[in-house]
């Protein structure tokens, strides 16, 4: 039933998505890729969410903590409220901070835990991201162990990993993303929480690929 679920929402996701970029008429804007040539004649290239500006919404589920703060709730079916899953969606940017399209984090504790992104650039293409490895409430942990308390202001300055350190990986494409492999990281960088847990930072994901 979860996976029937997790299955419907990344395709709910995906079809919206797709219905804009194919929309007849539409014409999107060719942005140019903010990218650099690697030792191995890969291509890495960075994607930046800012914080609390670039969140759309989050599930409302008990999975959800600091990270489904100061956005709109994606409302959960009564059963799965208390389930190890969060989903997020986000507005994405390049390396320069332009907005060039949106994103969408799915993240499951059930097992071994996975999260999985998708990241849609109208004029470009679709790119899936998959990694393993982030517990529950990897976040909350990270910072208060540099000293938040829950109900309170907090500043700083914390980087949180959320892949291993091998990293995630690039696991498909669409578009100019089409048959390029590789790895990603995941990394959180929190320079403050207020005192109703809205996080204020940044989300950085940092990828080297090549093709097929």
């Known amino acids: 039933m979860k996976i029937v679920f997790l299955l419907a929402l990344v395709l709910g996701f995906g079809g919206t998505l797709a219905g804009a970029h194919y929309a007849p008429g539409l014409k999107h804007t060719r942005l140019p890729s903010q990218t650099a040539v690697v030792a191995n004649g890969g291509r890495a290239e960075q994607f930046l969410i800012r914080l609390p500006l670039d969140r759309i919404a989050a599930t409302d589920g008990e999975a959800g903590g600091l990270r489904a703060k100061g956005a709109d709730a994606m409302l959960l079916p009564a059963q799965f409220v208390g389930e190890p899953l969060l989903v ?68 700083g300055d914390a980087k949180v990993a959320m892949t291993r350190d091998t990293g995630g990986v690039v696991a498909a494409g669409t578009g100019e993303f089409q048959g390029l492999i590789g790895t990603y990281t995941e990394t959180w960088t929190v320079a403050g929480v207020d005192e109703d847990g809205k996080v204020s930072g940044t989300i950085e994901l940092s990828t080297v690929t090549s093709r097929l």
Request: aromatic share 8%.
């Open 88 to 155: 997020e969606h986000f507005k994405v940017r390049d390396s320069t901070g332009t907005v060039i399209g949106v994103a969408a984090r799915h993240w499951s504790g059930t097992g071994e835990s996975t999260s999985t992104w998708s990241v849609l650039i109208p004029s470009r293409g679709a790119l899936v991201m998959s990694g393993q490895g982030e517990e529950r409430g990897a976040l909350e942990a990270a910072l208060r162990s540099r000293g938040y308390n829950a109900g309170k202001d907090w500043s």
